[in-house]
C-alpha cells in the first residue's frame, strides 16, 4: 500500500512540472509588409520596361518597377541559392532553413507572383508607372521612418500576431535580423498586455545603434551577431540603371542572447518597432524570422485525479502513524 501510495503522489508530481520542448519557428507572416527578395524572374521582368523612362520610371531596377526590394543602402537585397550561375550553391537556403546556435529559423520562400503575361514581358501599358501596380509577395517585417520633419510615422511599428496554434507559454525568443544601424525596439505581446523585451543601445542622433546592414562585415552593436553559416558571397544590387546580382558579401544577423519572456503569460505575437521620437531621421529595422523556446505546461489535474493524490497521502499518514 505504502509503495502504491508513493507512485501515485509522484505521478502527480511529475504532472505537475513543466518542460522545455525545444525552439521552434515562429509563424510572423501576418506581419511581412515588405518584399525584401529578388528571383532572376523579377529581374527580367524589370529589364522589359525598357525603355524605362516610357513607364515614366528612372530605372529597371527591381525596386523601381515592384517597389520595395531593398534591405540596405545601395539597394542591396539577399541572394538565394542557384541564383548566381557561377556559384549556384551560393547564397540563402532556397528552403528557407537556417540554423544558428540558438535553434532552427524558417524564412519566407514567397516570391512576387508570376505576372498575367509571364515573366519577362511589360504587363503595365505605357505610359503608366508600373511601381505598386505589379503583384508583390512581402516576406520580412519592416519597421521605417522617413527623413522627415514630423514624428509619428504610420510605418515605424509593426506587429505580427501568431496563429492561434503556435500562441502560447514561451521561456525566450531570438531573431533573424537586418537595418540600418538605428535605434529600434521589439515588444513581446501577451494575451493580457505588451511589454517591450529589447531596445538597441545608444542615444538617437548621437550614438545610436540598432540591427547591422546586410553588407556590414562586423556589428558594432554588442547586442548582435553574425550567423557565418547564412553568409551569402552575393547581393542582389544596382547595376546601372537595372538590377543585378553583385560580387559582396551578405550578412545575416541574430541576437547574441535570447531574449527572455514571461512563461506565465500567454505570448500572442510580436511588435517591431523603430525610434520616431525626432525629426530629421530615418530609421529601418527587419525582422527575417523568429524562433522561441515553447514551454510545455502540466495538464490540470481532474477531480478523481485529485481524490487519489488524497486518498495516497492519507495512506502515508496512516501509515507512519
Known amino acids: ?41 523579377e529581374q527580367k521582368e524589370g529589364l522589359s520596361y525598357d525603355p524605362c523612362a516610357d513607364w515614366g520610371l528612372g530605372s529597371r531596377q527591381v525596386s523601381a518597377v515592384f517597389g520595395h526590394h531593398s534591405l ?83 510605418t515605424a511599428s509593426v506587429t505580427a500576431l501568431l496563429p492561434p496554434a503556435q500562441q502560447g507559454n514561451y521561456t525566450d525568443i531570438n531573431f533573424l535580423v537586418a537595418g540600418d544601424n538605428k535605434k529600434c525596439m521589439i515588444y513581446a505581446i501577451y494575451a493580457d498586455g505588451e511589454v517591450e523585451i529589447y531596445q538597441s543601445p545608444g542615444t538617437p542622433k548621437v550614438d545610436e545603434l540598432g540591427f ?7 556589428s558594432s552593436n554588442p547586442d548582435i551577431l553574425e550567423v557565418a553559416s547564412a553568409l551569402t558571397d552575393h547581393t542582389w544590387g544596382v547595376s546601372g540603371n537595372y538590377s543585378g546580382i553583385r560580387g559582396d558579401d551578405g550578412h545575416v544577423w541574430t ?24 525629426t530629421w531621421k530615418s530609421r529601418q529595422a527587419f525582422i527575417l524570422a523568429a524562433s522561441a523556446d515553447e514551454l510545455i505546461l502540466p495538464p490540470v489535474p481532474e477531480p478523481a485525479g485529485l481524490g487519489l493524490v488524497g486518498l495516497a497521502l492519507l495512506a502515508l499518514k496512516r501509515r507512519r502513524s
Open 255 to 278: 541576437l547574441a542572447n535570447p531574449l527572455p519572456l514571461d512563461d506565465t503569460r500567454v505570448l500572442t505575437g510580436i511588435r517591431l518597432a523603430i525610434y520616431d521620437g525626432d
Open 72 to 154: 540596405s543602402s545601395g539597394a542591396r537585397s539577399y541572394i538565394w541559392q542557384g541564383q548566381d550561375g557561377s556559384h549556384p550553391s551560393d547564397g540563402l537556403p532556397t528552403d528557407g532553413k537556417i540554423t544558428t546556435s540558438y535553434g532552427l529559423f524558417q524564412l519566407s520562400t514567397a516570391l512576387d507572383a508570376e505576372p498575367g503575361g509571364g515573366w519577362g514581358n511589360p504587363e503595365i501599358p505605357k505610359p503608366t508607372t508600373p511601381t505598386g501596380l505589379l503583384a508583390r509577395s512581402p516576406n520580412v517585417i519592416r519597421a521605417y521612418r522617413p527623413h522627415s520633419g514630423s514624428t509619428g510615422a504610420p
Open 1 to 41: 500500500m505504502k509503495r502504491m501510495a508513493l507512485v501515485v503522489v509522484m505521478m502527480f508530481v511529475g504532472l505537475a512540472m513543466t518542460a522545455s520542448a525545444g525552439v521552434i519557428p515562429l509563424d510572423i507572416s501576418s506581419g511581412y509588409n515588405y518584399d525584401g527578395y529578388i528571383s532572376i524572374a
Open 212 to 218: 547591422p546592414t546586410i553588407l556590414n562585415s562586423s
